[in-house]
């Protein structure tokens, strides 16, 4: 098959989402909507998963998918530049923080009195925002 045929199939097959990673993803999560109407469940959308803050220490991190590979390579100097707006924000946040998230709601939705799916965002440009500059210099800094 050529790539030009299976590109096209591929704009079908997802219908105006971006790539295939946002169209399984609410593939998913319509149907945990539907399957799950008379039980309790929550979802967390994580945004770009990082290496730990704290637990188990600092930087840990199990694979390099995500954040992971971009903040290890910069860290130890094998990729130094990324052509990008330097004022872009991007939002990252700890592994840690993700899995004490999920464990907070996992914990929340159990007392839930009704029967409902909760959607919860895991991320922290809202309140803490960062930027690629700060996001470097803080490499640097911990390098």
């Keep these: 098959m050529t790539s030009a045929f299976v ?3 591929e ?11 946002t169209f399984t993803k609410s593939m998913a999560e319509r149907m945990i909507k539907k399957l799950y109407t008379d039980r309790r469940a929550s979802i967390v959308r994580p945004s770009i998963v990082i290496g730990t803050y704290e637990e188990p220490f600092s930087g840990w991190a199990e694979n390099l998918a995500a954040g992971g590979g971009i903040t290890l390579t910069a860290g130890i100097g094998i990729l130094r530049n990324i052509k990008s707006d330097p004022n872009i924000k991007i939002d990252t946040v700890p592994c840690d923080y993700v899995a004490n998230f999920i464990i907070a709601i ?4 159990s007392i839930t009195p009704t029967p409902q799916l909760s959607v919860y965002h895991a991320s922290s440009s809202q309140l803490n925002p960062l930027t690629i500059v700060q996001y470097t210099d803080y490499l640097c800094a911990w390098a």
């Design 106 to 109: 996992s914990a929340y939705a």
């Design 11 to 21: 704009k079908k097959l997802i219908r105006g989402y971006p790539n295939t990673y």
């Design 7 to 9: 590109k096209e199939n």
